[in-house]
């Protein structure tokens, strides 16, 4: 054993390739170094890292607040100043109340469908910015503001239905020609006149009638008043720093103790516990706070990178959010580039917004690290988790954590925080136009209470790859390996006749149209749709609903139910049929008119040729359609007139690849005329060109397939960058790139057996199963579980992030579970089958049962998103779009078709 009090001693773990080596601070206190030969360095810039809050006393804080509203521009409108606005709709009806300060705006639709509104005059000059406090049962507050030419400019905001929150409303100019009258020029021309909020139909669930808009608090801010706002009162922390006092070594074990004391007298107590394995140093850290202080505390435990290059030089992986570098990142998101300084730049993440608690660096040469929570609690509470409140919270029951990068003249950090503050950049809600963020701090902390504990675990990785891909790989793994993620068993046969009920619940006939309806609620209490439309592709499937309920229909084809879904699939059929698609000039149509549709412009407004239709939809459902067509040529039933339509848009793709390669993004709706050449989607066409190519045996569509496959590997693939999945992430970094590009890699080694399409599905897979989460999030103890979406004691083990920008949660790899089933076998890697049994099963894991239905409307059912983040365990809305149903039902039936005696395995579980 070694003691080690103010001296150093070299130690180094027998039989382990890490090198842990104690150094000596400039202070006399101690530390670590760790070394891997050949790979990476790092060393403690200091054992322990603390953010101390010093709250001011209330006194300090009214002080404080007065003298910041004096000497800023603000002004606190008057309840009296506010007057109702009636809607243009007489059968509307409404009305606003005052009550001690808090002011009410009521609307009533049971007759009427527009909306009515609160209005109240602009009285600050310049002013920048309206705050208040809102409690609403909408799911999104429309805001509109008047500027001086009488030009109303609309904003939307996500709301949580019936939760108090303060909503921050910049005054500024709308977007995306939500503006008219006056100057009808989309510019802010002030001085402003009025600002209203109002309550609309739209805006609530199709269940409600009757909508309120409670609000209080109301505050108009001029450009200083907004920068005084983050200083109430004294959000910027104080940082303290300190080394151990003791490090005692003996083999691969190390223990190091030391004391932080605070400016107001209470006193950290750290214990640090190190353990090295082959290419993992583990920390298990206490904190024990002696004493009592005002405000709270943030801990951090982190590594300094030896030879670590300014960010933009090194290849960076966040699973979920951070894939490589800048490049087709969105601006202000983590890890983004708009907002990097040399040497100044700080990404602080928490852990609940991530599918592992993962952050992995390379360097240059190779040499490559990587930080874990590899014990995560992450517990919360109700107040914090399901609010967007960037002032300071300190609790004893916040055990979330944060991961750490930090690039400082001196170097670059690694490393995790607890409790789990947020910086320099913190995301808000997610509305329509994207998510909403500020380069503000979100400040947690533990309090300073005598006795008070913190306790966590922290792993760090060293290794050596030879790209970004292998970087991501190998850390994944590393963290799938620590974290265990396991099976939560479902019923699956029994979901699987529920969830084509579903389809077929929605299914609605009007005239000579058909379909699976695009939305609907997924919680008791909806109403109809008033103007329901059918959607091909992406979120609408309405050919994948097709395709599903024959499948359904095919097991028991002589009963009545089986003769009903194939009735009601082949309508749906014949009515896509008569839509031309050569070119395409509408994604879908609706209902009740048969007029042009699409899934990204709501029903009530008419499309233009200013609107787009995606590459996406169109490939997503002609595969469906292929399937479908396939099963019915194997039963001995022809379907000429399916497969004609399928080529004709195939023919016409043909004609729109780009003279460079790839194939664009989409096009003008009801003119087919080119709208965006982006060909970062050109992976959609591998599979749907490979697909046709088995059908018909017609050899330039392999070739299209094969050239389409070579464009998007070397243009981005090969890089880790998988974009332009979702259509309504524009040109993002997202899982569903990575998804079909692994299903169009696989497809294309199905038919050539050569042996880089399976590498490269082989990459696709392992960059697309970063997405899902492999360990649980917990919902807060205090929360109504009735309200919540996710339910309390739910594993939150399978679900996945969508795209990068933003902490949304889906279970839409739910169909690739015979992708990595085959890949499994295909490579003789038994951890992709690991893989296919979770996203089979937990995906399912809120999915309506008979014995339960899990808050839906009943068995099959489930709702289309949900938050395991701010707001922690709910989602934007309660609705069910055909995509959630189609992606489960692909998942069983793929499986099914690939290996029969397979899926009973996996199933059976």
Not at 52 to 73: F, G, I, M, P, V
Request: aromatic content about 10%; some cysteine; glycine content about 10%.
């Amino acid at each position: 054993m070694f003691v080690l009090s103010g001296t150093i001693v070299d130690a180094v773990a027998a039989d382990n390739a890490l090198k842990l080596t104690p150094t000596k601070n400039a202070d006399g206190s101690l530390g670590l170094s760790v070394s891997m030969p050949g790979a990476a360095s790092a060393k403690q810039a200091a054992p322990l890292r603390v953010s101390l809050w010093e709250k001011q006393d209330d006194a300090d804080s009214k002080r404080q607040s007065a003298a910041a509203q004096d000497s800023a521009d603000m002004r606190c409108p008057n309840p009296a100043q506010w007057r109702f606005e009636k809607s243009p709709d007489p059968l509307t009806k409404g009305g606003l109340k005052r009550n001690d300060g808090t002011l009410r705006l009521d609307g009533d639709f049971a007759k009427g469908k527009r909306y009515v509104a609160a209005a109240c005059p602009v009285a600050l000059a310049g002013a920048v910015e309206m705050r208040l406090q809102v409690k609403t049962n909408q799911n999104r507050l429309l805001v509109r503001i008047v500027d001086a030419t009488g030009q109303n400019h609309q904003h939307s905001f996500d709301v949580i239905p019936d939760g108090t929150q303060e909503l921050i409303i910049p005054l500024v100019a709308a977007k995306e020609k939500n503006f008219w009258d006056g100057a009808k020029d989309g510019v802010l021309h002030t001085p402003l006149k009025q600002v209203k909020l109002l309550v609309a139909r739209d805006t609530l669930d199709s269940d409600k009638d009757l909508g309120f808009c409670e609000f209080s608090d109301v505050r108009l801010l001029g450009p200083e008043a907004v920068k005084a706002q983050p200083v109430n009162p004294a959000t910027a922390p104080v940082t303290l720093q300190g080394g151990y006092a003791s490090l005692r070594g003996a083999g691969g074990e190390w223990l190091g103790t030391g004391v932080l004391k605070t400016p107001k007298g209470a006193a950290l107590e750290f214990t640090d516990r190190w353990t090295v394995g082959k290419n993992t140093l583990r920390l298990r850290r206490e904190v024990r706070v002696k004493g009592n202080a005002p405000g709270g505390f943030t801990s951090v435990a982190s590594l300094q990178l030896v030879d670590a290059q300014p960010w933009p030089k090194m290849e960076w992986f966040a699973p979920g959010m951070i894939y490589g570098n800048f490049d087709h990142m969105r601006d202000n998101s983590f890890g983004s580039g708009n907002y990097y300084k040399p040497g100044d730049y700080t990404v602080w993440i928490r852990e609940d917004r991530m599918p592992a608690p993962l952050l992995a660096a390379r360097m240059p040469a190779g040499g490559s690290f990587a930080v874990l929570n590899s014990a995560p609690d992450s517990a919360t509470t109700a107040a914090e988790g399901q609010g967007f409140s960037r002032e300071p919270m300190t609790d004893a029951r916040f055990r979330f954590g944060a991961i750490v990068a930090e690039e400082r003249p001196e170097g670059t950090t690694l490393g995790y925080a607890v409790p789990g503050s947020e910086g320099t950049l913190s995301y808000g809600r997610k509305t329509g136009a994207g998510p909403e963020v500020e380069q503000k701090w979100r400040h947690r902390y533990n309090p300073l209470s005598d006795n008070f504990v913190q306790r966590y675990e922290v792993s760090f990785w060293f290794g050596k790859t030879k790209d970004t891909n292998d970087l991501v790989a190998r850390s994944w793994r590393w963290a799938w390996d620590e974290l265990e993620p396991r099976v939560n068993p479902q019923d699956i046969e029994t979901m699987r006749a529920s969830m084509v009920d579903v389809l077929n619940q929605n299914y609605i006939e009007i005239d000579d149209r058909a379909g699976v309806q695009f939305l609907a609620l997924a919680v008791p209490g909806g109403k109809p749709h008033p103007n329901p439309k059918v959607i091909l592709g992406f979120t609408g499937y309405a050919l994948g609903s097709a395709e599903m309920m024959l499948v359904e229909a095919n097991r028991n084809p002589d009963s009545e139910r089986g003769r009903l879904l194939r009735r009601n699939a082949e309508k749906a059929i014949e009515s896509f049929l008569r839509m031309p698609i050569n070119p395409p000039l509408t994604e879908g149509f609706l209902l009740k008119s048969g007029g042009a549709a699409l899934s990204t412009w709501p029903s009530g407004r008419k499309v233009t040729e200013a609107q787009s239709i995606y590459l996406r939809s169109f490939c997503d459902d002609m595969k469906s359609l292929m399937r479908a067509y396939e099963r019915e040529q194997k039963a001995g039933r022809t379907r000429a007139e399916w497969l004609a339509w399928v080529r004709k848009f195939g023919d016409w793709l043909l004609t729109q690849e780009q003279p460079g390669g790839g194939f664009p993004r989409s096009w003008h709706a009801l003119s087919g005329k080119l709208y965006s050449a982006s060909t970062t989607g050109t992976f959609n066409v591998v599979p749907f060109y490979a697909q046709l190519y088995r059908v018909t045996g017609h050899k330039p569509y392999l070739d299209a397939a094969l050239r389409s496959g070579e464009f998007a590997w070397n243009t981005g693939h090969g890089r880790a960058r998988f974009t332009g999945g979702t259509i309504d992430n524009p040109d993002v970094i997202d899982k569903e790139a990575a998804t079909i590009a692994l299903e169009g890699y696989l497809v294309l080694h199905h038919i050539t057996r050569d042996q880089k399409w399976l590498d490269r599905a082989r990459i696709a897979a392992d960059i697309a199963e970063t997405w899902m989460y492999i360990w649980n999030v917990p919902m807060p103890e205090d929360a109504d579980n009735e309200k919540l979406h996710w339910k309390r004691g739910v594993p939150t083990t399978g679900i996945q992030l969508i795209a990068t920008g933003h902490s949304l949660n889906d279970a839409y790899m739910c169909w690739d579970v015979e992708s990595y089933a085959r890949l499994a076998r295909e490579t003789g890697d038994s951890h992709y089958m690991d893989v296919a049994r979770i996203l089979l099963h937990n995906t399912k894991a809120m999915v309506g049962t008979p014995e339960d239905h899990r808050g839906t409307l009943g068995p099959g059912w489930q709702q289309e998103h949900y938050c395991f983040t701010l707001t922690r365990g709910i989602g934007r809305h309660r609705e069910w779009l055909p995509w959630v149903t189609v992606s489960h039902l692909r998942g069983i039936n793929d499986l099914i078709d690939y290996d029969p005696e397979l899926y009973r395995q996996l199933a059976g579980e």
